[in-house]
T-cell receptor, first 112, second 113 residues
Framework: NAGVTQTPKFQVLKTGQSMTLQCAQD?????MYWYRQDPGMGLRLIYY???????DKGEVPNGYNVSRLNKREFSLRLESAAPSQTSVYFC???????????FGSGTQLSVL | GQQVMQIPQYQHVQEGEDFTTYCNSS?????IQWYKQRPGGHPVFLIQ?????EVKKQKRLTFQFGEAKKNSSLHITATQTTDVGTYFC?????????????FGKGTKLSVKP
């Protein structure tokens, strides 16, 4: 059981480049989330998907788009990366009727 | 807006000393969760508290939920080097769907052997 798998683990982009962060879970969870973590800022929710076919904005959605491709996969896209998007990105999932989040191992993104 | 605050931001202790981190919410919470993140790792769920005044123990860790359900604490007795990491509390975001959590900024614990 892999849990929540994120790719890539590390990425360096130039300002203006685009990229997609991939996330997949094998726990048959309904809900999936994208968080970013910045030093001293804790975890802030970017977007979430309460169930397959739905997505909603979180606390800091600007500059990002998401796709819930199917029940397993939830991707995060940066269309035109900016240095302010340098961060560690975590994908998480949650089972129906459960409260706790399961996190992936994270993607460390640097935008130069 | 809704806020979840944690203090202290950093704590350095000698191995064997006790450690406590406090979490305070600007709003009443239906539940509170605690997560631990090891250096270079990802957050891992520790526990959820639901009832007013609830106290739960996990070996050397004691978690409390305040009577007003606006504050919580995590106490570690006799810290060990394996306790190193950042401890986050999180509560449901007001108006958000289930699982939409607001996290505190965390308390980073370092333990000197």
């Amino acid at each position: 059981n892999a849990g929540v798998t994120q790719t890539p683990k590390f990425q360096v982009l130039k300002t203006g480049q685009s990229m997609t962060l991939q996330c997949a879970q094998d726990m048959n969870h309904n809900s999936m989330y994208w968080y970013r973590q910045d030093p001293g800022m804790g975890l802030r929710l970017i977007y979430y998907s309460a169930s397959e076919g739905t997505t909603d904005k979180g606390e800091v959605p600007n500059g990002y788009n998401v796709s819930r491709l199917n029940k397993r996969e939830f991707s995060l896209r940066l269309e035109s990366a900016a240095p302010s998007q340098t961060s560690v990105y975590f994908c998480a999932s949650r089972g129906q009727g459960r409260e706790k989040l399961f996190f992936g191992s994270g993607t460390q993104l640097s935008v130069l | 807006g809704q806020q979840v605050m944690q203090i202290p931001q950093y704590q350095h202790v000698q191995e064997g000393e006790d450690f406590t981190t406090y979490c305070n919410s600007s709003t009443t919470l239906s539940n509170i969760q605690w997560y631990k993140q090891r250096p270079g790792g990802h957050p891992v769920f520790l526990i959820q508290l639901v009832k007013s005044g609830e106290v739960k123990k996990q070996k050397r860790l004691t978690f409390q939920f305040g009577e007003a359900k606006k504050n919580s604490s995590l106490h570690i007795t006799a810290t060990q080097t394996t306790d190193v990491g950042t401890y986050f509390c999180a509560g449901p975001r007001r108006g958000g769907s289930q699982g939409n959590l607001i996290f505190g900024k965390g308390t980073k614990l370092s333990v000197k052997p």
